[in-house]
């Protein structure tokens, strides 16, 4: 092995390294800075779509 082969290795190595921890920090920060999920795992998209119905005393509700 070469001191240049041993080099690369290493480069190769930090490079992938580092994609991967840039990769996972945007995929975490996107995951939790999203809005399109509430604290119950319910989509906020359309919150029109929940009215209606009864609330918890069984009376109407629109």
Known sequence: MTIGEDATSIG???V???????????????IL????????GNSNKNPSQYSGGEND?????T
């Open 16 to 30: 992938l390294n580092t994609r991967f921890k840039i990769t996972t920090s945007f995929l975490i920060s996107n």
């Open 33 to 40: 800075s999203s809005d399109s999920v509430n604290d119950n």
């Open 57 to 61: 005393n069984g009376e109407s509700v």
């Open 12 to 14: 190769d190595q930090l």
